[in-house]
């Protein structure tokens, strides 16, 4: 049976995500129980010309499942794990499964999904529509990588069932059956990235729709992969005196622990400010490099010879089960703080969420430094620098700030391209990064994405205005 939400008040929760994004709006939110129904609901949508908004655990970032108008599609009865295969090491799974409770699923069986998305409360579906990357990502990289196969619900009612292997680029163009597309003439950088379509020569048909954010189809079931549950783990956090030659010895660290490490995360003095509240004893004025490796002796000795080098301030080792966890917390409690703040001053966040080659790195870092010394602006760098990939954020106190801000975010985009970067590694565009996009890949490029969108949706009516103005589709 279909339930649909009609009344303000029940569909409230659904006209947000995480981005704070303004100006959600909706009729209705239809919650269905299966495809039949699903299938049913886009055919009428399609006939009236109705817009759609798919929604997942909502945990977005970028304004994707937050509707304009028209009607909102939840996929979260669609919470099944259809099957864990443990002689081939997959699942089957449909696209409302709750991250953790997959998670806590294999677990038992003795098995890890690897992308370890780090905001466990969304949906398998959105990590795929948006090619979510998560704590581990430094080593297994983002959810790309592990999807097998997607059935796609098109908005014509055709099933779209794409299997990794199965349609591949041929003289420019991905031949899904049903459906026939051009690759986009402009490249994926082959770095972490998740702006736009997935674009390569020779593609594998599955990866354009993997990060296609809910606008060419209704993913309700994925095959992913597994590995074997890890062996244990310890997490160590530096406290440095200052930022100086911060990526030499991010290098230094990468070559010292190779494939021992899982994740490596920087915090700038400025961010740890937001986790003083939470661990007051973060020693006055430092920064951190926090990192996750094997906790075996060998690494466990390695950490300590590391921690003299760099002469840190501090070290805190999260290697029993408590302090771990700990350190986990003191991890994901930054993200969770900032969304908290700007929600709480009501201002739309702006954050970059750019990478950069590796060979480039220095020179990216460098330039944020130079903005934070002589802009009067708050701002923060985190993130996950192992990835060549930081969070730049800038804090305005007025409009003025903003503007500047807003200056500051295209000189940072306009650089990191110089360098062959991205300017959305990991959250997607959404409906809040249109612009940066458009100089990443220029207005061709954009047309390119819109064709496609216009093969896989002829109606126009889904996920208007996620990666690029629904104004482009007339
Ligand atoms: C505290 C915090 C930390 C985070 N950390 C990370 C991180 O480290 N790395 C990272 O990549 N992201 C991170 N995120 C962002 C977020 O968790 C991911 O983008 C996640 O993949 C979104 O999934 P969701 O189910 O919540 O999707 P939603 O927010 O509901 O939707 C996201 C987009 O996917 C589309 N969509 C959802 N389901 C489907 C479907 N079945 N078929 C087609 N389209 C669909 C929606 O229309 C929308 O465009 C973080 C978020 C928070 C709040």
Same mark, same amino acid.
């Given at each position: 049976m279909i339930t649909i939400k009609e009344e303000r008040e029940d569909i409230?929760?659904?006209?947000?995500?995480?981005?704070?994004?303004k100006g959600g709006n909706a009729d209705k939110v239809y919650i269905p129980?299966?495809?039949?129904?699903?299938?049913?609901?886009?055919?009428?949508?399609?006939?009236?010309?109705?817009?759609?908004?798919?929604?997942?655990?909502?945990?977005?970032?970028?304004?994707?499942?937050? =509707?304009?108008?028209?009607?909102?599609?939840?996929?979260?009865?669609?919470?099944?794990?259809?099957?864990?295969?443990?002689?081939?090491k997959t699942s089957l799974l449909q696209a409302g499964v709750v991250v953790n409770d997959f998670l806590n699923e294999i677990e038992k069986a003795g098995f890890f999904y690897p992308p370890f998305p780090t905001e466990r409360t969304a949906f398998i579906g959105g990590?795929?529509?948006?090619n979510a990357s998560g704590e581990y990502s430094y080593k297994f990289g983002p959810t790309r990588r592990y999807v097998k196969k997607i059935r796609m619900l098109l908005t014509t009612g055709r099933i779209l069932e794409v299997e990794r292997g199965s349609v591949y680029e041929k003289d420019g163009m991905l031949n899904y059956g049903v459906i026939r597309v051009p690759v986009p003439s402009y490249r994926t950088p082959g770095i972490k990235c998740s702006a736009g379509y997935f674009s390569q020569e020779g593609m594998d048909g599955i990866d354009l729709l993997i990060g296609s954010e809910g606008t060419l189809g209704v993913i309700t079931e994925v095959e992913v992969s597994m590995i074997s549950s890890l062996p244990q783990r310890a997490i160590i956090v530096l406290f440095l005196q200052n930022e100086k030659g911060i990526p030499e010895i991010v290098r230094g660290i990468k070559e010292d622990f190779g494939e021992r490490l899982y994740s490596l995360e920087f915090f700038d003095a400025g961010s740890l400010e937001?986790?003083?509240?939470?661990?007051?004893?973060? =020693?006055?004025?430092?920064?951190?490099?926090?990192?996750?490796?094997?906790?075996?002796?060998?690494?466990?000795?390695?950490?300590?010879?590391?921690?003299?080098r760099y002469n840190a301030v501090d070290t805190w080792l999260g290697e029993s089960r408590e302090n771990y966890q700990k350190l986990i917390d003191f991890r994901h409690r930054?993200?969770?703080?900032?969304?908290?703040?700007?929600?709480k001053?009501?201002?739309?966040?702006?954050?970059?969420?750019?990478?950069?080659?590796?060979?480039?790195? =220095?020179?990216?870092?460098?330039?944020?430094?130079?903005?934070?010394?002589?802009?009067?602006?708050?701002?923060?760098?985190?993130?996950?620098?192992?990835?060549?990939?930081?969070?730049?954020?800038?804090? =305005?106190?007025?409009?003025q700030e903003k503007m500047r801000a807003w200056q500051i975010y295209e000189t940072c985009v306009k650089k990191a391209l110089t360098f062959g970067g991205t300017v959305a590694a990991e959250h997607g565009i959404g409906k809040i990064k249109h612009?940066?996009?458009?100089?990443?890949?220029?207005?061709?490029?954009?047309?390119?994405?819109?064709?496609?969108?216009?093969?896989f949706d002829p109606y126009c009516i889904l996920g208007l205005d996620n990666i690029f103005p629904k104004e482009l589709l007339m």
């Open positions: 409230l929760s659904y006209l947000e995500d995480a981005s704070n994004f129980d299966g495809e039949e129904e699903l299938k049913r609901i886009l055919s009428e949508c399609a006939n009236e010309g109705t817009s759609v908004t798919i929604s997942g655990g909502g945990t977005g970032t970028v304004g994707g499942r937050v =509707p304009r108008e028209g009607v909102i599609i939840s996929l979260e009865r669609f919470n099944r794990i259809l099957r864990i295969d443990s002689k081939n990590n795929v529509a948006t937001f986790l003083k509240e939470n661990f007051p004893e973060i =020693p006055e004025g430092t920064c951190a490099v926090y990192a996750e490796t094997g906790a075996d002796d060998d690494t466990m000795e390695k950490w300590v010879t590391v921690s003299d930054l993200p969770e703080n900032i969304n908290a703040y700007f929600k001053i009501g201002l739309t966040k702006i954050a970059m969420d750019i990478a950069v080659p590796e060979k480039s790195f =220095p020179d990216m870092y460098a330039f944020y430094r130079e903005i934070m010394q002589s802009e009067k602006l708050h701002t923060i760098l985190f993130g996950h620098i192992g990835e060549n990939h930081l969070h730049f954020n800038l804090f =305005p106190a007025d409009e612009k940066w996009l458009r100089i990443m890949y220029g207005e061709k490029g954009l047309q390119d994405m819109v064709q496609i969108k216009k093969t």
